[in-house]
């Protein structure tokens, strides 16, 4: 079913956001208010052995200093429970917290925090992946045996989460090859990057606290202030104001008890700002660094016999939510094509840096630079054209998968012909232009989630909603989701969000799961009250309610366009009787089944629901005396089902796109040999500025997907970030003659490329 | 800590006598002290309001730059623009349109920057710098100012007055160029300066190129008179100017660059400033800032 | 020791004269936000790297992290508060809405400041031009295409 609404979209939050009256939430104050710092571990590894709060708590104007001591003894962590509130005995990474304080100012309670003593010992600094693995490598976590974890987490010494792939015979397929192609990419790693840095604001009234935060993940900050602090879901409410970004860095659960705890000690609100420079040391929420070893077999006709692959990924110190990342990367090495022999290990590997977590995408672009990038080299070892060799081997429609799923009706192919069709693929260009294509998938992220919707006396909606709106539009979106269910327009309805004691459950801004699980729930709880309508003027113009028909704002009898009442009235009638309410989740689709491969360590994500495929075609420019690199042009196709905001569909592309660029040529932390970041500010973490942006043309492949969301729409946000990084590398390739292996491909790393 | 606003050039020396420190946009100043680069000064006098040294003036001496001219004012001013080129190619690059339109050339000259972009012009233009004190006035050329990294030869209480550039001479162009990462928002990790001044049968008359980021201060390279005077600006020129300017420099590895990719760059970006000085000293037009000519700098 | 010594300083603020008493080192965007009331205007760095708080200091573009609040005394400071006309929006305000130039939110205080500031200089800029009139405030959302666009069709006088 095609949207019945008008493509034309102003956000519902647009005016606030625009004028300047938008409360975001570094932007709230309470009466009372203190202010919250943190003191940091500041080393990357090292016994404590002692910590001391007295001269800190005798600064006039501090109210408390928290450490481990003055919280429960609580481990958590969604795969591992290796973490807590504050460092107890030891630290692992530099942006651990060790205390926090609470004081009558920023600059009192950051004096206070300065004025704590603490003492270490060294441990060894574990910032190398592959060194990590060795037999011999100290331990990042010398007690991860006694840590709980998720029942399928696959762990060995500083190995936090091993997955396989397996599927044919990889060694006999290999044998089977006429040329084998190896090749090793490097990625540094990065961060999400949101312009507005994060703050939390926390109150107690009696013995329930609210807690304003800038998270992605209201319900599963929830979560994690309930079991840390050990209180009950419904005395802890979490509201988010407007949010100025995540990308995935405001997804966990990061500080909300931090300073919950305060504002209980000190009986006072308590207001967190961080710094950008705590944005970028401190959250367990950053792009993981990888090392990604690929070997592919292929016959002279240019169809792919086997691949196996190995892949490191650099965990940090705790493992946050990336326990699953080592089999959404062996995924996203064996790529979606068809592979009749396929073999993956890859290891989530404790260091003492930053700990790693969803970020856009997790581990797809990195991957999917370095598998696209393989691909290029393979296709030139048959002496094929890259765009050939992959139109050929590419899984579409019906094709199984390499790791087993026969797929229904899908659009990579589509996307492969619209995308260079875009950009002019095939064009002769000035020696220092080239075409690079990429392609990459995602899949759609199948979780529960929950909405109310009402219509009140007057015929006004509101939809109360679990979702929480991170910029995407996604949750602006479920108005006309609602709108067409009910014949309103959107503007009929306002959104009551981001709060968890109002609305029921929802994953969060995360997995670019918000239109998909609760739009469904959306649509179910609006076809309530649609039902409820229906019945209501059936009863009005004496005729069955099911050959009554709800649109523009009224109902009528089908075939009988005059015989009609409008909504607002039949509202009014329900004002005084039963009234006008729905609630909707809708069972989420589940996996689709995999057919001969096995998976070690198999955390759900070797099969894809509702999988989102994309190309990017880019042409870049080289200057070849510096190795300076600028993108001039994107076509970027994309399978995401129905598109049902395009204006917002566009924008989550372009702006994909752009953090894509970003990453391939000048986003990467670099580590000291301490394992501290040395570049923790946007002077020399260098975001792409709107001078750098390149023309970006989009087409959306739209086909009806089995197992997809509302109206056949898929996940959208994430999937744009996939490819850029790899497309560019092979526009680049051709410059430069040969892949550059690190990630981002810097300029100076371009230019050692073409040294060499 | 105090801040005083001082109306006069009198009241603002009265100030630093007595132990004050200027702001003029205060960027350098705010952003250093949230760093912790340095703490701000316990005295602040405001000197953005002496309009009487935001002038840029022609004289028969040549040009006297205020040194409160902005960034945004120096790379629209028409005798920078179409004499004092790389000037104007410098400003034009510095951060974003509100850094240069804070950003003063004073500030810039007296922070002592090795990366600033100002400095690589100001020198080849053998600019010197006019400071003030209650006990009177003196010149300082820049490189007798400019004593390492952040740290300069004045006294605490001597004012930046103004930049005093020498006249150009007939058949005279410059240009700026830097290495950029992306197009906007950069701190320069290597860039170039160039005057080239042409005798009338086209070849070199005078070559002065100076070097941004590759030394302790911004730095000439020696030597190009003896050997370029008399050659056309050709191949041959620009491979020379690169080798000296490599040569000479004496890079550091840091988080921007190596010291060996610096070395190469910043022989890149003194041929390139050499080549864009020489077409305009023959009369060419290229456009404001000249790094929009190549690489990354490029428009679409 | 020496005790800190506060300034009473008058600020013009979108026109109106907000008294405040502050000390000598405070930057201006804290004292819009905490002292003056104005919290339209955002902080992303402190150090001139992302324009979140771009205001205008009579008419020019300046990051208010990196500004000290006792220099604006006597200077007409614009934040995004002042830029509707009455109760109507400005058409750039109207633009990026209609143009999906808005997505989180957080950059667009800033964006508009100095899209305002570019238009007032240079009533019809190219592309390029608005690009490096905008080049100083980061946006993470949406590669920056429809916010361009929502300057261009300011320009062209539609909305």
């Known amino acids: 079913m095609t949207p019945t609404t008008q493509p034309r979209f102003v956000r519902a939050d647009g005016p606030d956001k625009v004028t300047g009256s938008g409360r975001y939430t570094a932007d709230l104050t309470l009466t009372g208010m203190l202010a919250a710092k943190f003191r940091y571990a500041d080393v990357s590894h090292a016994r404590i052995t002692k910590l001391d709060t007295t001269a800190a708590l005798a600064i006039p104007g501090v109210f408390a200093v928290l450490t481990a001591a003055d919280v429960p003894d609580v481990h958590f962590g969604p795969f591992v429970a290796d973490r807590t509130l504050f460092a107890r005995d030891v630290v692992r990474f530099e942006g651990e917290v060790v205390a926090a304080v609470a004081a009558i100012t920023p600059e009192v309670a950051q004096r206070a925090a300065d004025a704590i003593v603490v003492e270490y010992e060294a441990l060894p600094v574990i910032t190398d992946i592959e060194d990590a693995l060795g037999a011999g490598s100290p331990l990042v976590h010398t007690g991860w045996s006694d840590y709980g974890a998720a029942d399928p987490v696959v762990r060995d010494r500083n190995d936090a989460s091993f997955s396989s792939i397996t599927k044919g015979d990889v060694d006999a397929g290999l044998a089977e090859a006429d040329h084998i192609v190896e090749s090793r990419y490097v990625a540094d790693g990065c961060h999400a990057a949101p312009i507005e840095p994060r703050a939390v604001l926390a109150q107690w009234e009696g013995d329930k606290v609210t807690i304003w935060t800038s998270t992605q993940v209201p319900f599963d900050a929830r979560a994690g202030v309930c079991e840390t602090l050990e209180l009950p879901a419904n005395r802890v409410r979490i509201i988010v104001a407007h949010l100025g970004g995540g990308f995935g860095g405001k997804c966990g659960f990061h500080y909300e008890a931090h300073v919950a705890a305060l504002a209980k000690a000190t009986k006072r609100p308590v207001r967190l700002l961080f710094s950008r420079r705590e944005e970028f040391l401190a959250p367990d929420r950053r792009r993981e660094g990888m090392v990604i070893d690929i070997t592919t077999g292929v016959r002279n006709d240019g169809t792919i016999t086997a691949r196996k692959a190995w892949i490191a990924i650099d965990n940090g110190a705790y493992t946050a939510d990336a326990g699953f990342f080592p089999q959404l990367a062996a995924m996203h090495v064996a790529g979606p094509y068809k592979i009749p022999n396929v073999h993956v290990d890859a290891h989530l590997v404790y260091t003492n840096h930053q700990p790693s977590g969803s970020v856009r995408a997790p581990t797809a672009p990195q991957t999917c630079w370095a598998l696209e990038s393989h691909t ?147 649509v179910a709880a609006a076809g309530q009250v649609a039902e409820q309508l229906r019945k ?127 990453q391939a040529l000048t986003e990467g932390t670099q580590y000291d040999d301490q394992g501290r970041q040395r570049n923790a500010g946007l002077l020399e973490y260098k975001l792409q500025t709107c001078a750098d942006t390149p023309v970006i043309r989009t087409h959306f492949v739209q086909i009806n997907t089995p197992d997809a969301g509302p109206r056949g729409a898929k996940g959208l946000a994430e999937a744009p970030n996939v490819a850029t990084a790899a497309a560019i590398s092979n526009a680049l390739a051709k410059l430069v003659g040969k892949p550059v292996r690190r990630l981002p491909m810097t300029a100076e790393r371009v230019w050692e490329a073409m040294q060499s | 800590m105090s801040f005083t606003i001082a109306t006069s050039i009198e009241d603002a020396l009265a100030a630093l006598a007595a132990g004050a420190r200027p702001v003029a946009g205060g960027s350098d100043l705010v952003v250093g002290a949230r760093h912790g680069k340095a703490p701000l000064p316990d005295s602040i006098v405001a000197i953005d309001r002496l309009s009487e040294l935001s002038t840029i003036t022609l004289t028969d001496d040549g040009l006297r730059i205020g040194a409160l001219a ?90 930046c007055i103004a930049l005093v550039l020498a006249k150009r001479p007939a058949r005279s162009g410059s240009a700026y160029v830097r290495l950029e990462y992306r197009r906007a928002m950069e701190i320069a990790v290597v860039g170039a300066a160039a005057s080239v001044t042409l005798n009338d049968d086209g070849t070199a008359g005078h070559v002065a190129v100076a070097l941004t980021a590759v030394a302790p201060t911004i730095v000439a390279v020696g030597g190009l008179d003896a050997a370029l005077i008399g050659r056309p600006v050709d191949e041959d020129t620009l491979a020379a100017v690169a080798r000296a300017a490599a040569e000479q420099s004496a890079p550091i590895s840091d988080l921007r660059a190596s010291d060996s990719y610096r070395r190469h760059c910043v022989g890149v970006m003194a041929r390139r400033a050499v080549e864009a000085a020489g077409r305009r000293a023959g009369g060419e037009a290229i456009a404001i800032p000249v790094n929009r000519a190549y690489g990354i700098g490029a428009s679409r | 020791m020496s005790m800190p010594i506060k300034l009473s300083i008058d600020l013009n603020v979108n026109g109106v004269d907000y008294p405040v008493t502050i000390e000598p080192g405070r930057n201006l965007v804290s004292v819009l936000r905490s002292e003056v009331g104005l919290t339209g205007t955002k902080e992303g760095c402190d150090d001139c790297e992302c324009g979140a708080c771009m205001v205008l200091l009579d008419g020019q573009p300046v990051n208010s992290c990196s500004y000290l609040a006792a220099q604006a005394q006597g200077r007409a400071i614009t934040t995004v508060e002042g830029v509707m006309r009455g109760a109507e929006m400005h058409p750039l305000q109207r633009n990026l809405l209609e143009a999906g ?16 500031a570019l238009l007032a200089r240079n009533p019809s800029p190219t592309e390029e031009e608005i690009r490096i009139g905008l080049s100083g405030n980061l946006c993470r959302c949406t590669g920056y295409a429809k916010i361009v666009a929502a300057v261009q069709a300011t320009a062209a006088g539609r909305y």
């Open chain 1, 376 to 522: 290029d080299e393979v296709a030139a070892a048959v002496g094929m054209d890259p765009v050939a060799f992959r139109r050929l081997n590419a899984v579409d429609t019906g094709a199984v998968g390499p790791s087993g799923q026969t797929y229904g009706e899908i659009g990579v192919q589509q996307c492969i012909e619209e995308a260079t069709k875009l950009v002019g693929y095939g064009q002769t260009l000035p020696d220092d232009e080239a075409i690079g294509v990429a392609i990459g998938w995602w899949p759609s992220f199948a979780v529960p989630s929950g909405a109310y919707l009402k219509l009140d006396g007057d015929g006004s909606g509101q939809i109360i909603t679990g979702a929480q709106e991170c910029g995407t539009g996604a949750v602006m979106t479920l108005r006309q989701l609602a709108a067409d269910e009910l014949g309103m327009d959107p503007e009929n309805f306002e959104l009551v969000y981001q709060d968890t004691s109002v609305a029921p459950y929802d994953m969060g801004a995360t997995g670019s799961q918000t239109l998909f699980n609760n739009g469904r729930a959306v």
């Open chain 1, 536 to 662: 209501l003027a059936a009863e009005f113009l004496e005729a069955a309610p099911g050959d009554i028909v709800l649109a523009d704002g009224h109902a009528h009898v089908a075939g009988s366009p005059s015989s009609t009442v409008s909504i607002a009235e039949l509202a009014g009638i329900a004002a005084g009787g039963e009234l006008l309410i729905g609630h909707g989740s809708g069972a989420p689709p589940a996996a689709p089944p995999l057919a001969g491969s096995s998976c070690v360590g198999d955390l759900g994500m070797a099969s894809f629901v509702a999988p989102q495929f994309s190309c990017h075609a880019v042409r870049v420019r080289l200057d070849r005396d510096t190795g300076v690199v600028r993108v001039l042009e994107v076509g970027a196709a994309h399978d995401s089902g129905t598109i049902i905001n395009e204006l917002g569909a566009l924008g989550q592309v372009e702006g994909g796109v752009m953090m894509g660029v970003g």
């Open chain 2, 70 to 159: 902005t960034h945004a004012a120096m790379m629209l001013d028409a005798t920078i623009v179409a004499s004092y080129s790389a000037l104007a190619d410098a400003s034009a690059l510095v951060g974003s349109p509100a850094t240069r339109n804070v950003g003063t050339l004073g500030g810039n000259v007296m922070n002592a920057s090795p990366a600033m972009d100002t400095g690589a012009p100001l020198l080849v233009f053998g600019a010197m710098v006019e400071l003030r004190s209650t006990s009177g006035t003196r010149s300082v050329s820049l490189p007798d100012l400019w004593v390492g990294p952040g740290s300069t030869s004045a006294a605490a209480d001597e004012l």
């Open chain 3, 101 to 116: 130039g808005v997505q989180c939110g957080f950059c667009t205080p800033g964006m508009i400041m100095s899209a305002t």
